[in-house]
C-alpha cells in the first residue's frame, strides 16, 4: 500500500485548478471594478486597494501555510484555507461597502495562497523526481486562467452585473473543494513537529535573505511583477474610463496582452538549456523595462490611444 496518492491525471488537474484559482479570482472581477466603485458610492481608485490586499495577504500567506503543512499535513491546511475562500468569496458578493469588500479580499487571498502553495507542495511530494513536468503544467494552466478569466469576466460583467463574475469564481471554489475531498488523501505522511516554529522560520529566512544570488532574484522578481501588476490594476480605469471600451472588450484587450504570458513560458521552457537560467532572466528583465519605456514614449509622442498603450504592454508581459 502507497503512503501517500498515486500520480494520475485526475489528481494533476485537480493541482492545476487549485494553482489557477488565485488568478481566477483577480482577473474575473478586474473588468467589473469601475462598477463596483459606482455600486458601493466608492472613491474612483478605491477598488485597487481589493487588488493590493489580496496580493499582499496571497504573498505573505506563502510564509507560514508551507511549514504549517509540513508540522499538520497538507490535507487538512488545504481543506481549512479552500473554506476560508468560499467563505471570503461569499462575503465579497454580500458586501455593501467598499471596505467589507477589501476585507473580504483579504481573507479571500490568504485562501487562494493556501491552494497554490499546497499545490506546489503535494506536485512535490507525489510526483518527487519528476515533478518538474508536473509543475510546469500547472504554470501553463494558470497562464491559461490569466488569459481566459479577464475575457469571461467582461462578457459576465456586461450582461450580469458586477457580482455573477464573483459567484462564478465562488462555483469554481465550491467545484476545487469537492474535488479535493474525493481526489485527494495526505501525500506527506512524514509529519516535521519543528514545522513552522518562529524561531526556526526566522533563521531559515535570514539565511536566503543573507545570500547575494537570492537578493538579486527576489528583487528581480519583485520589480517585474510590480511592472506586471500597475499593468492590471490600472488597465480597467484607462481601458475603460478613458478609452471608452466596453467591459467585454476590454476583457478581450486585456486577454490578447497578457497572453504573451504563455509566449514568455513556451520560450523559457525551450531555451533555458540552451542559454541557462541568468541569461533567461536578463532577457525577461530588458523586456520589461523595453515594453514599459515603449508605452512612455508612444504616449507622449501621441497621446493616448489602444494600439499605442496596448502593444508595448505585450512586451511587458
Not at 487538512?76 to 467598499?98: H, Q
Amino acid at each position: 500500500m502507497h503512503a501517500h496518492p498515486l500520480p494520475s491525471r485526475r489528481l494533476l488537474l485537480m493541482l492545476v485548478a487549485l494553482t489557477a484559482l488565485g488568478e481566477i479570482s483577480t482577473q474575473l472581477i478586474i473588468p467589473s471594478l469601475g462598477a463596483i466603485e459606482l455600486i458601493m458610492a466608492a472613491q474612483p481608485g478605491s477598488s485597487l486597494l481589493a487588488l493590493s490586499a489580496f496580493v499582499a495577504a496571497f504573498g505573505l500567506g506563502q510564509l507560514w501555510l508551507g511549514p504549517l503543512s509540513d508540522r499538520i499535513g497538507r490535507r487538512p491546511v488545504l481543506i481549512a484555507g479552500l473554506l476560508v475562500y468560499l467563505l471570503a468569496t461569499l462575503w465579497m458578493l454580500l458586501a455593501g461597502s467598499m471596505s467589507e469588500f477589501i476585507a473580504a479580499r483579504v481573507l479571500q487571498g490568504i485562501g487562494a495562497c493556501t491552494a497554490l502553495v499546497l499545490a506546489r507542495a503535494i506536485v512535490r511530494d507525489v510526483w518527487q523526481t519528476q515533478a518538474g513536468p508536473a509543475l510546469a503544467l500547472t504554470v501553463i494552466g494558470m497562464l491559461c486562467a490569466i488569459v481566459l478569466s479577464p475575457m469571461l469576466g467582461g462578457v459576465l460583467t456586461l450582461y450580469g452585473g458586477w457580482r455573477v463574475p464573483i459567484a462564478l469564481a465562488l462555483l469554481i471554489g465550491v467545484g476545487i473543494v469537492c474535488a479535493v475531498l474525493g481526489l485527494y488523501r495526505e501525500s506527506n505522511p512524514q509529519l516535521d513537529p519543528q514545522a513552522g516554529q518562529l524561531s526556526r522560520l526566522a533563521g531559515n529566512y535570514a539565511d536566503l535573505l543573507r545570500a547575494a544570488s537570492f537578493r538579486a532574484l527576489a528583487l528581480t522578481l519583485a520589480c517585474t511583477y510590480g511592472a506586471m501588476f500597475a499593468v492590471i490594476a490600472g488597465s480597467s480605469a484607462v481601458y475603460i474610463g478613458l478609452l471608452g471600451l466596453s467591459t467585454a472588450q476590454f476583457g478581450i484587450t486585456f486577454a490578447a496582452i497578457v497572453s504573451a504570458l504563455i509566449a514568455g513560458a513556451l520560450f523559457t521552457q525551450r531555451r533555458i538549456l540552451q542559454l541557462g537560467p541568468q541569461k533567461i532572466v536578463g532577457i525577461g528583465a530588458a523586456l520589461v523595462a523595453s515594453g514599459a519605456l515603449a508605452t512612455l514614449a508612444i504616449y507622449l509622442l501621441f497621446g493616448l490611444s489602444l494600439l499605442g498603450l496596448s502593444i508595448p504592454q505585450v512586451l511587458v508581459t
